[in-house]
T-cell receptor
Framework: QQQVKQSPQSLIVQKGGISIINCAYENTAFDYFPWYQQFPGKGPALLIA?????SEKKEGRFTISFNKSAKQFSLHIMDSQPGDSATYFC????????????FGTGTRLQVTL | DAGITQSPRHKVTETGTPVTLRCHQT?????MYWYRQDPGHGLRLIHYSYGVKDTDKGEVSDGYSVSRSKTEDFLLTLESATSSQTSVYFC????????????FGPGTRLTVL
């Protein structure tokens, strides 16, 4: 049972464009939603995270949009750069317990020149 | 890498042999986690620990055991490795400002022939 569904599986964006990755969750007890960035041969690195009490969070070129009623959240990368080429994972967690993360299946982003 | 090291970084072994992977942290974090990463599955939780000698199962714990005799070390053991356990294994610790963040080590690539 996949509790966090992520799309698309892969994405090609031109330099300067906007990259959008979407996730949907099922468990309404989830209350913390991080995004991770992973480069080949490296461990996932926390990029940005949001709690469901806000609809949007922005850090530099990265923005999370959150729709609680639809149980969906998305990552927007503005002015995408070749250095953003990586695999991105969304995740969800119910806080206050063991903080176990449930991950999406990942999106491989390629930013072309 | 939040002071997390994993050893070995690469290992090739044969079916039926025991394998132990080590995760070492230097920052006295209470919670530690083992995940496996496979194409099409994202990262899945194997086991986690919430203190010395305190561990619990994750989503895909069958065929794995863990031990934590010291705060800084969390060991993952495959008692009798199978080809289905060929994967990249990541260790993570819980920390950060909100204490909900997880920080990952560099990973161990395990191949079971």
């Amino acid at each position: 049972q996949q509790q966090v569904k992520q799309s698309p599986q892969s994405l090609i964006v031109q330099k300067g464009g906007i990259s959008i990755i979407n996730c949907a969750y099922e468990n309404t007890a989830f209350d913390y939603f991080p995004w991770y960035q992973q480069f080949p041969g490296k461990g996932p690195a926390l990029l940005i995270a949001i709690r469901p009490d806000v609809s949007e969070k922005k850090e530099g070129r990265f923005t999370i949009s959150f729709n609680k009623s639809a149980k969906q959240f998305s990552l927007h990368i503005m002015d995408s750069q070749p250095g953003d080429s990586a695999t991105y994972f969304c995740a969800a967690m119910q806080t206050g317990t063991a903080s176990k993360l449930t991950f999406g299946t990942g999106t491989r982003l390629q930013v072309t020149l | 890498d939040a002071g997390i090291t994993q050893s070995p970084r690469h290992k090739v072994t044969e079916t039926g042999t025991p394998v132990t992977l080590r995760c070492h942290q230097t920052e006295n974090h209470r919670y530690m986690y083992w995940y496996r990463q496979d194409p099409g599955h994202g990262l899945r939780l194997i086991h986690y620990s919430y203190g010395v000698k305190d561990t619990d199962k994750g989503e895909v714990s069958d065929g794995y055991s863990v031990s934590r005799s010291k705060t800084e070390d969390f060991l993952l053991t495959l008692e009798s490795a199978t080809s289905s356990q060929t994967s990249v294994y990541f260790c993570a610790i819980r920390g950060g400002v909100s204490y909900n963040e997880q920080f990952f080590g560099p990973g161990t690539r395990l191949t079971v022939l």
